[in-house]
C-alpha cells in the first residue's frame, strides 16, 4: 500500500523554524523527484520545493529562497522541509509528492498545517 504521510507542522511564531518530515512506505523512494507544496486558505496549491531522488540538486520557489532547505535520507524513505525564519505568509497546509522519475506517476500526502502567528 502506498503511502506518503507528512508530520512536523504546528503553530509558531514568526521568526521562529519547523521541520516537516514526509515518510514514505510502499514504493521504492529512491526512484522519485520529492516536491513540497503548500495551500493557503483561498488559495491555489503552490510548488515550494524540489529535490532530485538522489538529493544532488535542489531548487526553491522564489518566496522560500533562502529560508527553507528540503533534504532527504533515501536509507529512511523520508523527505524533509527545513523551514526558518517564518511568516505568517507561509501559514498554510503543507504536502509533499512523489514523482516517479522514468514516468508521470505521483503521490501525494494528506498534508500537515502549519501555522505562523504572534
Known amino acids: 500500500q502506498v503511502q506518503l504521510v507528512e508530520s512536523g507542522g504546528g503553530l509558531v511564531q514568526p521568526g521562529g523554524s519547523l521541520r516537516l518530515t514526509c515518510t514514505a512506505s510502499g514504493f521504492t523512494f529512491s526512484r522519485y523527484t520529492m516536491r513540497w507544496y503548500r495551500q493557503a486558505p483561498g488559495k491555489e496549491r503552490e510548488w515550494v520545493a524540489v529535490i532530485t531522488n538522489t538529493g544532488d540538486s535542489t531548487n526553491y520557489a522564489d518566496s522560500v529562497k533562502g529560508r527553507f532547505i528540503i533534504s532527504r535520507d533515501n536509507a529512511k524513505n523520508t523527505a524533509y522541509l527545513q523551514m526558518n525564519s517564518l511568516k505568517p505568509e507561509d501559514t498554510a497546509v503543507y504536502y509533499c509528492?512523489?514523482?516517479?522519475?522514468?514516468?508521470?506517476?505521483?503521490?501525494w500526502g494528506q498534508g500537515t498545517q502549519v501555522t505562523v502567528s504572534s
Open positions: 509528492k512523489a514523482t516517479l522519475i522514468t514516468g508521470p506517476l505521483n503521490y
